[in-house]
């Protein structure tokens, strides 16, 4: 099963008894970037300068992508420059993470469940169903970050971006940042893909400062 960066992200993310989303707002953008990145990595988008083109329409054979994708695309239409990527995020950080979590909660990776808070507040919840993707994903991660493996092209954004989100607490849970943190950084900053790919990880983790930035402030 090909699980896209954005639902790896969300899969770190969910509290697999609860269902929770646990730092959701660091979450909504790097989930957002992940959206991006994939399509970047998929060849349907373009990011140069801090802005995204389409470059290519045709469908990626992944609902949740081609969504994204079609959106970016209606956004582009009719205007005379790219839009900048920190402006899309922006707008979608938080559409981007229910989207992604409905994906997950589709393909049966996370059940859906609705709850009351005080026995009286709605709210929803995404316990963890199949956890094999999940272990996956932890053991690609402690591979590459604990045992210094090299890198794929995937797994180098995904380190990005969850770095760029300052997210290692819910890849490495129970670590101290300066056994994580550092390896990350380097993986962000490495020469571990082909130059195309290395250029769209620099301009995530140059949208993902700038947003973190902004929330900061806010």
Known sequence: MTVTL???????????ASGAV?????????VAGGLVLDLVLAGRLSVDGG?????????????????RLAMIAVRAAG???????TAWLTKDHRKALDATVASLAERGL??????????????????GVDGAVER???????ETVLRRAEPEDRTAGLVALL?????????????????????MREISEGQWAGESVR????????????VALVTMRS
């Open 6 to 16: 954005a639902e790896e992200i969300m899969l770190l993310s969910l509290d697999d």
């Open 22 to 30: 646990r730092e959701r707002q660091a979450c909504q953008w790097a």
């Open 51 to 67: 802005r995204m083109a389409v470059v290519d329409t045709a469908s990626t054979g992944v609902g949740l992508l081609d969504g």
């Open 79 to 85: 205007r005379s420059r790219p839009q900048k990527v």
């Open 110 to 127: 996370v059940g859906e469940e609705e709850r009351k808070v005080m026995g009286m507040f709605p709210v929803r919840r995404f316990p």
């Open 136 to 142: 996956e994903l932890r053991t690609r991660l402690e």
């Open 163 to 183: 770095h760029g989100a300052k997210l290692h607490r819910l890849a490495f849970p129970g670590l101290p940042s300066r056994e994580v943190v550092p390896r």
């Open 199 to 210: 250029k769209a990880i620099r301009e995530m983790q140059s949208a993902m400062t700038a």
